[in-house]
């Protein structure tokens, strides 16, 4: 199970925007009493301040006991570990409420965290490796101009497919979504399906569908960005996918879970990279990866690079202290960066010199989705609100499963994600 994603039952995206939008609209959660982890003040290290550091439960052996590792070895403070089972969100979204939640944690930005001063800026402590950071790793951490976020783990969402099956069929690697329904199509038999994007018929697609059509969640003046030509027509392409009958449902695991390509069930998987080793260890070099292609020759492919970051809270005691312990563990221990993100699931350490110098990224399949992550990748956008989502996954529920017209749907998103805009920015 990838660490991201603790119940198989959400998507990666909507977890990841639940992460951050219910941390976003702690003020209208009750907090949370009893125990919540954080040391004492005094700690039991003399002079030293105590800091508390959270963790959702990342389903990859080891994580834990290497979180719990790199905070002992920290001796400018006395840092324990809380790690958290099941709904970390609510937990989170809780305890930035108060003073007795973490001083430093692991989410996602969404703008409400900012407006609700729930995290400090870290332009400080970023700005002497801050070139060495994906645009895009920047952008997804930044509001007005602002950094309140370090990058600790890149998670790309591609299609990774099973070369024989397609040599076999004499096909080339689909460079536009209309290559990619043709293939589809005729790897398609009696046994295996062209493709499988999840049991829901692929809204995880949404975005990337959006971004390789030439839109995007908001433009720069924060406004809808995702209607237009390009993008209705790309949406009307996923249904004409969906309804193709090449598109595996009912797979015995979803999309986040290799399962499906492993076992024979589909010729091409929508997933992230964190399943490349189970697919190495099931299929060998019979494995190669693209982008979510473009819709023409005029646009470019995307990948979805997902992600965790870290935060300090606007809470914290030792807001100075816990400012320094990120600079010293996301920032200064480059080894500790490729350790958690190859030692135990399989990730992109979000500092590129790190990346490049990693041995386990340097070929194969492996490389070519570093590759893509770093020509085509996009981040999630901190001014989309739970709100939004929701809106635009029902945008595609229509249009995908049902076949409702795009324009027509894209039109009520968009009526939604005005409104939230008004609410935010006036």
């Known amino acids: 199970m990838p660490a991201h994603v603790p119940n198989a039952g959400l998507s990666r995206r909507d977890l990841l925007k639940r992460t951050g939008g219910l941390a976003a609209l702690a003020a209208f959660t009750a907090a949370c009493g009893g125990n919540t982890g954080r040391p004492s003040s005094g700690g039991g290290g003399g002079s030293k301040p105590s800091l508390s550091q959270w963790y959702h439960q990342y389903g990859e052996a080891g994580t834990q006991q290497a979180a719990q590792k790199y905070a002992k070895a920290y001796t400018d403070a006395n840092v324990t570990v809380q790690w958290t089972p099941g709904d970390y969100a609510s937990k989170l979204a809780s305890g930035l409420l108060s003073n007795k939640g973490p001083d430093v944690f692991e989410s996602q930005l969404n703008i409400g965290m900012v407006k609700s001063n729930q995290v400090v800026a870290l332009d400080d402590i970023i700005a002497d490796v801050k070139d060495d950071f994906l645009p895009g790793d920047l952008a997804t951490n930044t509001v007005d101009g602002k950094i309140y976020g370090i990058r600790m783990i890149i998670d790309p969402q591609v299609i990774y497919y099973r070369k024989s099956l397609l040599d076999k069929a004499g096909i080339k690697p689909p460079q536009t979504i209309d290559d990619l329904i043709s293939a589809a199509k005729e790897l398609t038999t009696n046994k295996v399906k062209g493709i499988f994007v999840g049991n829901d018929g692929g809204l995880a697609l949404g975005g990337p569908a959006m971004w390789s059509s030439g839109g995007e969640y908001l433009t720069k003046d924060n406004k809808p960005g995702f209607s237009g030509d390009g993008p209705a027509k790309m949406f009307g392409k996923l249904h004409e996918l969906y309804a193709s009958k090449s598109v595996l449902l009912g797979a015995p695991t979803d999309w986040t879970d290799p399962g499906a390509i492993n076992q024979g069930l589909c010729a091409m998987q929508w997933i992230g990279m964190w399943a ?27 990948v979805y690079s997902g992600g965790w970051t870290q935060f300090v809270s606007a809470k914290s005691a030792n807001v100075d202290a816990a400012k320094k312990f990120v600079k010293w563990l996301w920032i200064d221990q480059t080894a500790d960066q490729e350790d958690w993100s190859l030692s135990y699931g399989f990730h992109i350490p979000p500092r590129k010199s790190v990346a490049a110098k990693a041995a386990k990224l340097q070929s194969g399949v492996a490389a070519d989705t570093v590759k893509l992550t770093q020509d085509y990748g996009h981040t999630d956008n901190p001014a989309w609100t739970p709100k939004m989502g929701t809106a635009f996954g029902d945008m595609l529920t229509n249009i995908i499963k049902k076949g409702a017209d795009p324009a027509a749907e894209i039109a009520k998103a968009e009526k939604t994600v005005n409104d939230e805009l008004k609410r935010l920015f006036g």
Do not use: H, T, Y
Not at 281 to 287: I, N, Q, R, T, V
């Open 276 to 302: 490349v080793p189970g697919m190495k260890k099931a299929l060998g070099d019979d494995l190669g990866v693209i982008p979510f292609p473009a819709l023409d020759a005029s646009n470019k492919p995307a």
